[in-house]
DNA sequence: CATAAAATTTAACAGAGGTTAAATCACAAG
DNA sequence: CTTGTGATTTAACCTCTGTTAAATTTTATG
């Protein structure tokens, strides 16, 4: 009757699972994730985070280094990537086989990324003809737990006159990946970064479908194939 | 952060929805669910699923009568019955869209049937043409909760010699469902019943392939429309 | 009809995952 | 080098959904 699949450790439920997706996600950016960022990520108090990090450590999910921060161990790491490469394989079979938009397919997918069993992940990932990226252009882990490299850039980092092909819209505000997709603004197109204006002032970018001026917050989520 | 749909009542999640489904499901049978089945049915103790449903008639979900059975409330059956719509209407895309065979759908389809969400459902039902039933034949409940009216009778209540075409496979057992595929009987196919061997003894099946013997257990669970 | 067996409920408890309020730690700023 | 502030943890408690063991009710049977 438990979710949990036949290969997990005991105890590996929906929340643990949420748990060490947002670890391993704070984690790229700094080396430890915070007590107080998990506990915004997940919507729980700080202190409901604490004890709950606490266990993860009991249960050699994660490396707990008290008033400090958390990592993953390799087994929890092992676990947010399978989530992680779930979630993202679910995006994409939502967006291409059911054709749900790009600005709505991340809230299914979370609601059904610890549902979903192997033999699902296998055939969804035979059907999309085994993808490398979700439709918002985030990298999609193999099996192994590896990731594919890739040569993404932030758009802000090329020249003005610099031209390349988006690769990720690295947000997860669907009003804006909404906005950026009407604006012509999403992975495949290819772009030139005409100029950005001083003092965080507006970005222009050319598109197939012409110029596009749009605030220097959503230009910066945006990352290029440079040439 | 909740699983709950927005319409939902406070406090429906799965295990909420996994007893009004056990429930709605015995007391199709008989008039009320009796508290060892429902537990079961479910995995868990009787006592466990005492306490339960005592909680369920609370909300007022379950009509409790102590030590006689439950049966469900109009919001309980409400809820049931969306479990079950999502559970066939989901049986019905693996099988149909994404390939698996009818023994498999069932264990996959009771994992996610908790997590999808009213868009999920109503996609699936466009994708699929709006089905009547899953791949088993069991009708899929509309959306405002009727049922199709359908003609479907025993197959052991057919005269012998008389034919008719396979609607449903009444059971829940993988396995059984595999072995009476492999015999050519899944719903759709025409079938006459050559005869049935006295006291508990095998049942003949013609189909388009050839003669088939199956016992009666087996037999039983096969209902057909006739002529 | 009495009584044994079966079904059901209650009582006491457990573990997971939270909450709020209080205590404690880390660290930047005087 | 103290100190105040923010981050973190601990303590005490809560709900949910279970458990086992004991009590109770229903039902079947002689």
């Given at each position: 009757m438990s979710k949990a699949t036949y290969t997990d450790p005991a105890g590996v439920?929906?929340?643990?699972?949420?748990?060490?997706?947002?670890?391993?996600?704070?984690?790229?950016?700094?080396?430890?994730?915070?007590?107080?960022?998990?506990?915004?990520?997940?919507?729980?108090?700080?202190?409901?985070?604490?004890?709950?990090?606490?266990?993860?450590?009991e249960r050699k999910l994660v490396q707990l280094t008290p008033y400090k921060g958390a990592t993953l161990t390799s087994e929890g790491r092992r676990l947010a990537l399978r989530t992680i490469r779930r979630h993202r394989l679910l995006e994409m079979f939502l967006h291409q086989v059911m054709g749900f938009a790009w600005h709505e397919v991340d809230d299914h997918a979370h609601a059904l990324e610890t549902a979903i069993t192997e033999p699902l992940e296998d055939r969804m990932d035979e059907m999309l003809g085994h993808p490398t990226r979700c439709p918002h252009g985030h990298l999609i882990p193999?099996?192994?737990?590896?990731?594919?490299?890739?040569?993404?850039?932030?758009?802000?980092?090329?020249?003005?006159?610099?031209?390349?092909?988006?690769?990720?819209?690295?947000?997860?505000?669907?009003?804006?990946?909404?906005?950026?997709?009407?604006q012509g603004l999403q992975p495949g197109v290819r772009v030139t970064?005409?100029?950005i204006a001083p003092y965080g002032g507006p970005v222009t970018i050319e598109t197939p479908d012409g110029a596009v001026v749009i605030g220097q917050n959503l230009a910066e989520i945006i990352y290029v194939e440079p040439n």
């Open positions: 439920n929906d929340a643990t699972l949420h748990y060490l997706d947002v670890i391993y996600r704070l984690t790229q950016q700094s080396d430890a994730a915070n007590t107080t960022e998990i506990a915004e990520k997940l919507g729980v108090t700080p202190s409901g985070a604490s004890v709950m990090l606490k266990r993860l450590a193999r099996k192994d737990g590896t990731l594919p490299k890739v040569n993404d850039v932030p758009l802000l980092s090329l020249a003005p006159g610099a031209t390349g092909v988006i690769r990720c819209v690295d947000t997860d505000n669907g009003e804006w990946l909404k906005y950026l997709g009407e970064l005409r100029g």
